[in-house]
């Protein structure tokens, strides 16, 4: 996507998308004459409602639901908090794997203080779980298993179907982040068998700030908002209309394209990969070459650091990310690729690139192009490349 101004060369999806102009369009009117709280009795509220009916029936169906399955909350990082908080008092041991989202991992960092114990699964060099890790680690206190579908850092996708059958054989609930993923692949949370599943919309070029928790009937987590009996008494809270309508919207319209858009994002990441480690030395892709979402690649290049790259891209109009978009502006290195095993100074000069439907294979010849020429300048002015380069075994 190009900024019409700045012309800005947007890799950055995995933080967020441009908001997709139906489901611009068909927000309006819930801004405007379409105003009513959707739990008023009278012609406006029950207007809402019955907007939100629909959209929830709309996205119960696309992702192989039911309508009452799927419980609106504000997004990716409260679903995900919900369904870790709502097993607080369910048992005394959680599963989940390394390199989960901040919105996973601090929640559980909270119930460990209060005495529940955490396993962190391990994903190895390629950032895929093994099934048989999980099967190990259960215990008969075991009260829950989230395990991300994909992970926003590296794309690496987990091979969930696998993971659920072996959480179902010990009849423990399964939760996925599936954040990343949906609108990206198709996702049938039946066919999955997984217990609960997170959801938002700004990762599929729907609005910011509404997201999804599916909780499969039977499941019980206990509730996180408090408040009214909006969402079937789960989650207290004036229904955000406009966004489930927009999320609903930007979801099919995803959905409806999703062969078409998987084929040319795919298409401009390979070539993308195959340049970046032909032409550049000393580069490295973090994660599975192949078992990974369509739209990201993730790169260490050693010798420089990720914000440094970062800057010059940026300055050259092109937006991309060093770690994730939650992390940055923490100095620490990311514990996803510190959990593949990269060194802490490589994981300092990693960069994602995450690209979109508006990307065209214009912007990534110039994006490498300047990309060469910013890891030349920095490499330029970095001692240790100069040391390493005045060495024998690289000349
Ligand atoms: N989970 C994953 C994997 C994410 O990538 C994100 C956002 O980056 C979230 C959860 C949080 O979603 P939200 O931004 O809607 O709170």
């Known amino acids: 996507m190009i900024d019409k101004q700045k012309k800005i060369i947007y890799f950055d999806h995995a933080a967020t998308t441009p908001l997709s102009k139906k489901a611009f369009e068909s927000m309006i009117p819930f801004f405007m004459d379409d105003f009513g709280n959707a739990s008023s009795l009278h012609v406006l509220g029950r207007k809402s409602a019955f907007a939100v009916t629909e959209a929830r029936a709309k996205i119960a169906s696309l992702i192989g639901a039911k309508t009452n399955e799927i419980y609106f909350c504000s997004g990716g990082t409260e ?8 097993f607080l008092d369910k048992g005394t ?3 989940t794997s390394s390199i989960e989202h901040p919105s996973i991992m601090a929640p559980l960092k909270e119930l460990e203080q209060k005495g529940i114990k955490v396993t962190y699964l391990p994903v190895y060099k390629n950032g895929i779980v093994k099934p048989s890790d999980l ?3 259960i215990t008969k206190d075991t009260a829950l298993i989230s395990i991300m579908f994909a992970n926003n850092e590296i794309g690496t996708i987990q091979p969930i179907k696998e993971l659920t059958a072996i959480a179902n054989k010990h009849k423990i609930p399964f939760h996925t982040d599936a954040v990343q993923a949906i609108g990206s692949m198709a996702i049938n949370v039946k066919d999955l068998n997984v217990d609960m599943l997170s959801l938002s919309a700004h990762k599929f070029y729907g609005p910011k700030g509404i997201g999804a928790l599916y909780i499969k009937g039977g499941i019980r987590p ?5 408040g009214g009996s909006q969402e079937r008494t789960m989650r207290g809270g004036t229904s955000n209309v406009a966004a489930i309508v927009g999320c609903c919207v930007a979801l099919e319209e995803a959905l409806n394209n999703l062969d078409d858009n998987s084929k040319h994002i795919r298409v401009l990441r390979n070539t993308f990969i195959d340049r970046v480690l032909c032409e550049i030395e000393h580069c490295y ?4 070459r192949d078992r990974r979402l369509d739209n990201n690649a993730n790169f260490v290049f050693d010798f420089v650091e990720g914000e440094s790259i970062l800057m010059m891209l940026d300055l050259n109009g092109i937006a991309v990310s060093s770690g994730s978009a939650c992390s940055s502006g923490s100095l620490s290195p990311s514990h996803v690729l510190l959990s593949l095993g990269v060194p ?7 960069i994602r690139f995450s690209f979109g439907i508006g990307n065209t294979m214009d912007h990534i010849n110039y994006a490498v192009d300047k990309l060469k020429e910013t890891i ?3 490499r330029e002015m970095s001692p240790l490349f100069l040391q390493v380069k005045g060495d024998s075994k690289f000349v």
Request: charged share 20%; hydrophobic share 35%.
């Open 344 to 350: 802490i100074e490589s994981a300092h000069g990693s």
């Open 376 to 378: 030349n300048k920095l």
């Open 135 to 137: 099967e190990k680690a």
């Open 285 to 288: 892709l973090n994660g599975d």
């Open 79 to 86: 679903s995900c908090n919900w369904a870790i908080k709502g």
């Open 222 to 226: 206990n509730k996180l908002i408090h």
């Open 93 to 95: 041991h959680i599963i």
